[in-house]
């Protein structure tokens, strides 16, 4: 674990001129998961740009603008790390709200020029929530090390989505 | 023959602007490493052709039966024969090939590094190098003027959009624009350039004689590329999900059109009147009437389009 990050460390020190640029290609994840509940009660628990709580590695979110476009929101995660986002769109009517990270460690996630929609949709006492993120790996050049890949930020984005809407399930049929 | 040409031209206006029309659209998909083949007539797709190696970049010649397309993970050029619909050779192209267009008159290929520091010239009839020009860091979009003298690239790390001669390569020179200039687009006059800067949600408009921006227009949030109609400018918003349009006699943003999530690349159809655009979440390509500003077509294409350049023809 320590060599990892030590080699991580290294790695960004040593990070070459096109410092600004990002790998070649963009990738995509794309997570759902069915919740037993109102669109509505859903919403309510994912739908403030202001609290991230729901999802689990999230302890503290600070921010301001609300809920407007060009918000701001710093998540402060368990163990200290820091994401900053922005808001890009809100659309209540449709329950879903599209966002970019400002500022990351590719340490905490290993990703660069990062946006995500959540989006929740409905029927009856049924919903489907629907995560979907677009971003380019943590390295910005050619050949990078496999801790910053476009697979490597595939994987670590996968599994934030999958154990965040798995976990925003567990919540809401719990009813906690 | 000339003047039966001309009486032609005169008596049908509407047909032989169909005949003159561009065909298919050649859209990069760079998830599933094909380029989709969209007929513009049936806005359907008629070939799927494989182009490992994460396609990006795009540019059609006008001179030849060809598609170039970038491939920034094999660090090359594809060269698409459009007659058969399939990849007949490969040139390699530096370590980061990502903007590409095509001189006309000669039918040149030039392709920005976006690992790099300039703009490699290569020769259509066996890919070799001419000339490297050197421009600004990390040039993205290239634009030729029709008249095949004037070349700019938007150097997205630096800023700037560089001008050359085409030809020679110089005189050179640079102009700043906004932040991270990404998609390069020259008026048919080539008297106008525009560049889709990323990190400043605006529009940089270039009196290209003057080499000076004339104005700077707020549009959504993360511009990709710029397609120009006679009359308006149209801009893909990557985060808005958004095509915002711009008069280009007032250079004011007037309306906002709900396209896609992650709209790319951008072309405008004179002859249809409307724009195309790929949409790169949605894994589609869709048509808005330039006039209107509906959507009026849409189309599967792969995983990822991309289609950043000239993709019709």
């Known amino acids: ?176 | 023959m000339a003047l039966g040409i001309a009486v032609a031209g005169v008596s049908c206006a509407a047909s032989c602007a169909i005949a003159d029309a561009p065909r298919f659209a050649y859209v990069t998909n760079q998830g599933s490493e094909t380029v989709s083949v969209v007929d513009l007539e049936t806005f359907k797709v008629t070939a799927t052709i494989p182009v490992p190696g994460k396609p990006a970049g795009v540019a059609v010649s006008p001179v030849q039966d060809r598609v170039y397309v970038t491939c920034p993970d094999t660090h090359d050029v594809a060269v698409i024969d459009t007659k058969v619909n399939a990849v007949v050779v490969r040139w390699p192209a530096g370590k980061g090939p990502l903007g590409i267009a095509v001189q006309p008159v000669t039918g040149r290929v030039f392709v920005a590094d976006w690992y790099g520091t300039f703009v490699r010239v290569l020769d259509p009839s066996g890919g070799n190098v001419l000339s490297e020009i050197a421009v600004g860091q990390s040039p993205s979009g290239i634009a030729i003027s029709s008249d095949s003298t004037r070349a700019l690239t938007a150097d997205r790390d630096s800023d700037t959009v560089s001008m050359f001669g085409a030809t020679s390569g110089g005189p050179k020179s640079a102009v700043a624009v906004g932040g991270h200039p990404f998609g390069m687009t020259l008026s048919g006059d080539g008297r106008r350039a525009y560049t889709a800067n990323v990190t400043s949600d605006d529009v940089s408009v270039i009196d290209v004689a003057a080499q000076a921006v004339v104005a700077t227009i707020a549009v959504g949030r993360r511009p990709y590329a710029v397609a120009l109609s006679q009359t308006r400018a149209f801009v893909t918003d990557q985060y808005g999900g958004t095509v915002s349009v711009i008069d280009l006699a007032s250079l004011k943003k007037t309306n906002t059109i709900e396209a896609c999530d992650h709209p790319e690349g951008i072309n405008y159809d004179a002859s249809r009147d409307v724009v195309y655009v790929a949409c790169w979440f949605d894994n589609k390509l869709i048509r808005i009437d330039a006039e209107t500003l509906k959507i009026t077509g849409s189309v599967a294409a792969g995983d990822g389009p991309r289609a950043f350049g000239d993709f019709i023809k």
């Open chain 1, 1 to 176: 674990m320590m060599r990892t990050t030590l080699a991580a460390l290294a790695l960004v020190a040593a990070m070459p001129l096109a410092a600004l640029a990002h790998g070649p290609s963009r990738q995509k994840v794309v997570e759902t998961v069915e919740i037993n509940a109102p669109a509505d009660k859903v919403w309510a628990v994912i739908g403030n740009f202001q609290d991230m709580g729901w999802l689990a590695p999230v302890e503290k979110t600070e921010g301001t603008g609300g809920n407007d476009a060009g918000a701001k929101r710093t998540l402060t995660l368990k163990g200290g790390a820091k994401i900053d986002e922005a808001l890009t769109t809100y659309k209540a009517d449709v329950k879903s709200y599209s966002y970019e990270i400002t500022t990351v460690d590719v340490k905490v996630l290993p990703v660069s020029n990062y946006s995500a929609t959540l989006r929740v949709t409905g029927e009856g006492d049924k919903s489907t929530v629907e995560w979907k993120g677009a971003f380019y790996r943590g390295y910005v050049n050619n050949d990078p090390p496999p801790e910053l890949s476009d697979e490597a930020a595939v994987k670590a984005v996968t599994g934030v989505y999958r154990a965040g809407l798995d976990g925003l399930k567990a919540k809401i049929e719990g009813g906690k």
